[in-house]
């Protein structure tokens, strides 16, 4: 069953029209689209300790001192809990929007491809973080890479919306927008407030 959805996720990274033959379009599929969240908690993971690296290898190549970036049970509770109310932000808001939309109907077909479609978000966003760590590619190329992904991801996210909403690329193009505009006023806004509540001590 996750196979066969994560395949359907990423037939649409190919435009293929056929990935919704594969995805559960289902009431049950819908509630277990949110189980994809279980295989992104290792890769969030895992890119934690990836950024701590990468943090860590760059303050001593500047001459100073490595921070002492420990990454605990603490560390990894709150980025779990941080990407679990990250992932429920676009379900919760598309509520509104799609009724406002007159597109309430579609709202399942949405949710669905997109919660699986953010496994392979997850997955395009690591190879510019592993390059770096393995130091092959410098900063700026790191920025270059990763502005790439936005793009990619934007793209992805139009395209899963416009055929899961098939209404038009306006429509299709705005709720992308709104989806990346939503993440990073979290992540850049809340998310530092909720860490300096939560971890103190990293501060």
């Known amino acids: ?80 809990l941080v990407l679990c109310v990250d992932w429920m932000i676009f379900p919760l808001v598309m509520v509104l929007v799609l009724r406002f939309l007159g597109l309430a109907h579609r709202y399942a077909p949405l949710i669905i491809a997109h919660n699986w479609g953010t496994i ?32 990619f991801v934007l793209y992805y996210r139009f395209y899963t919306a416009e055929t899961a909403l098939d209404a038009g690329w306006s429509v299709a193009a705005s709720v992308a927008l709104l989806g990346l505009v939503l993440q990073t006023y979290f992540w850049f806004l809340a998310v530092p407030l909720a860490e300096s509540t939560w971890l103190p001590a990293a501060q």
């Open 120 to 151: 392979v978000v997850y997955l395009f966003s690591l190879p510019p973080f592993l390059l770096l760590a393995a130091d092959f590619i410098s900063y700026t190329d790191f920025a270059a890479l990763y502005l790439i992904m936005i793009v």
């Open 1 to 80: 069953y996750v196979n066969r959805s994560v395949d359907a996720a990423f037939a649409l990274v190919m435009r293929d029209r056929r990935a919704w033959d594969k995805f559960d379009l289902t009431v049950e599929g819908f509630y277990r689209s949110f189980a994809a969240l279980l295989l992104i908690i290792p890769i969030n993971l895992i890119r934690d300790l990836i950024q701590i690296q990468i943090i860590s290898v760059e303050q001593i190549r500047q001459g100073k001192a490595a921070l002492d970036q420990t990454y605990g049970l603490g560390e990894a509770i709150f980025s779990t």
